[in-house]
Nanobody, 127 residues
Framework: QVQLVESGGRLVQAGASLKLSCTFSGGTFSRHTMAWFRQAPGKEREFVGGISWSGYNTYYTDSVKGRFTVSRDNAQNTVYLQMNSLKPEDTAVYYC????????????????????WGQGTQVTVSS
């Protein structure tokens, strides 16, 4: 059974940077497309960014383009979310997700497309 464990979330001030990590176990990491989602209280789970099996292709929601970067290290079975210039509206629980596919030819922006989820890590940005 695939297990995803996020870490790195904390309270920071607006304008700060954070790097989240998600460690994958229980399967072949390089067979999975990976993504980050977030969910604020009372809101739907929202796509943030994703990355193909090799790390060659990345994709982001418009609100984080130019500020957030998704990367992966297949030797360490870890995907990262580097977040810069954080804003209060970035406050949410951030979730790591995995889809069993080396292809990104699926509806990758939608939560329903992913097979596995971590428990989330809280990011709070104060103004």
């Amino acid at each position: 059974q695939v297990q995803l464990v996020e870490s790195g979330g904390r309270l920071v001030q607006a304008g700060a940077s954070l790097k989240l990590s998600c460690t994958f176990s229980g399967g072949t990491f390089s067979r999975h497309t990976m993504a980050w989602f977030r969910q604020a209280p009372g809101k739907e789970r929202e796509f943030v960014g994703g990355i193909s099996w090799s790390g060659y292709n990345t994709y982001y929601t418009d609100s984080v383009k130019g500020r957030f970067t998704v990367s992966r290290d297949n030797a360490q079975n870890t995907v990262y979310l580097q977040m810069n210039s954080l804003k209060p509206e970035d406050t949410a629980v951030y979730y790591c997700a995995a889809r069993y596919s080396i292809s990104t030819n699926f509806d990758k922006y939608k939560a329903y497309a992913y097979d596995y989820w971590g428990q989330g890590t809280q990011v709070t940005v104060s103004s």
